[in-house]
């Protein structure tokens, strides 16, 4: 069955510095992995995805994910961050089959202070 | 684009009243899912469509708890009687067919059950 784990429910950066945003999984098949983030008060909106192909995944915001089969790792970051970073972030795989279910992690609540 | 419209955002009810959320997916997505989000439990899948039927609903919390979706273009997700643990935001959710289809959000509807 698969799993996510996302390692550190806060991570607190100061504006400009490095974001890395920890997500591990396991998965039976080949994982579709998924980072969304969530602004106060409204709706999950995908970052960015991992299906096939290049390992290294460019997403909106600056924001990028390097896929690492040997580490079962899918790490979120930004080599910049911005105040308008802060958010909650959520990483999910896709479960294996035809079904369209994710399995969630718990979040990351990002901080990026002045 | 229009994206997943829900409605209301918000509703503040009594305990024992009946709830009704209401969702319209993207048109053309024939995947929609309801999510429940609190503090303690995370983001939790309730239950999801595929091609207006029900194919999941293992996440229902109990009987009180109903779903439906008449066509495409609408669901509803029903709480009779609603209990003040009831009280969270509800997320709609829908994608394309296809493993790697991402899941739109719409922008939830806070539930306070008084």
């Known amino acids: 069955a698969q799993s996510v784990t996302q390692l550190g429910s806060h991570v607190s950066v100061s504006e400009g510095a490095l974001v890395l945003l920890r997500c591990n999984y396991s998965?039976?098949?080949?994982?579709?992995l998924f980072w969304y983030v969530q602004y106060p008060n409204q709706g999950l909106q995908l970052l960015l995805k991992y299906t096939t192909g290049a390992t290294l995944v460019k997403g909106i915001n600056g924001f990028e994910a390097e896929f690492k089969k040997s580490e079962t790792s899918f790490h979120l970051t930004k080599p910049s961050a911005h105040m308008s970073d802060a958010a909650e972030y959520f990483c999910?795989?896709?479960?294996?089959?035809?079904?369209?279910?994710?399995?969630w992690g718990l979040g990351t609540s990002l901080a990026v202070n002045p | 684009d229009a994206g997943v419209i829900q409605s209301p955002r918000h509703e503040v009810t009594e305990m024992g009243q009946e709830v009704t959320l209401r969702c319209k997916p993207i048109?053309?997505?024939?995947?929609l899912f309801w999510y429940r989000q609190t503090m303690m439990r995370g983001l939790e899948l309730l239950i999801y469509?595929?091609?207006?039927?029900?194919?999941?609903d293992s996440g229902m919390p109990e009987d009180r708890f109903s779903a439906k979706m008449p066509n495409a273009s609408f669901s509803t997700l029903k709480i009779q009687p609603s209990e003040p643990r009831d009280s969270a935001v509800y997320f709609c959710a829908s994608s394309l067919q296809g493993r790697g289809s991402p899941q739109h959000f719409g922008d939830g509807t806070r539930l306070s059950i008084l």
């Open positions: 048109s053309g997505h024939n995947s």
């Open positions: 998965s039976s098949v080949p994982p579709y």
């Open positions: 469509f595929n091609n207006n039927v029900p194919i999941d």
């Open positions: 999910a795989v896709s479960e294996a089959g035809n079904n369209r279910k994710l399995i």
